[in-house]
């Protein structure tokens, strides 16, 4: 229970920091690390007018349907409010985007708002390291990129 989130039961940052993710559902260390950032959007907007109770519904399902796309070696992190980071572990590159679709598809899935006629969506952005040594410095970084990368996609869409 240190590792998880109470609300989404998504793993928690201390389970990030740790380096956990790197043993997840394996008998080996991962070699590669492909990290995808994920944030809301308009999550601020569905608490404001929907409430907080529909806002955490949101986000609720949205970590489930998540998992529900995730390999078992696979890794989904409440990052912070409506941020989250999936972990995959030796992925190629060239995989990733169509990882980042069915995650997008599935997060489409959740609905909410009157009679639940609305569906969330979110923006996505990916670092990918081929030889992952597991150290702070190589995770902040990656983090890094794929935040900026989010935001890109994010500033895009407006």
């Keep these: 229970m240190v590792y998880t989130d109470p609300l989404t039961k998504a793993y928690n940052r201390r389970f990030l920091e740790e380096h956990l993710y790197l043993h997840h559902g394996r008998n080996d260390l991962a070699e590669s690390i492909t990290i995808i950032m994920m944030d809301m959007h308009h999550f601020k907007m569905i608490n404001d007018v929907y409430g907080h109770i529909e806002g955490d519904r949101v986000l609720k399902g949205v970590a489930k349907a998540l998992k529900g796309q995730m390999r078992d ?67 902040e970084e990656l983090l890094q990129l794929a935040d900026d990368r989010m935001y890109e996609q994010k500033h895009r869409a407006l």
């Design 73 to 139: 070696s696979d890794s989904l992190i409440r990052y912070g409010g409506d941020e989250f980071v999936i972990i995959l572990t030796d992925c190629k590159e060239e995989q990733i985007p169509s990882f980042i679709d069915r995650y997008r598809e599935a997060v489409s899935m959740v609905r909410y708002g009157p009679n639940d006629s609305l569906c969330a969506q979110a923006d996505f952005g990916y670092a990918h390291m081929q030889e992952y040594s597991s150290n702070m410095n190589e995770l």
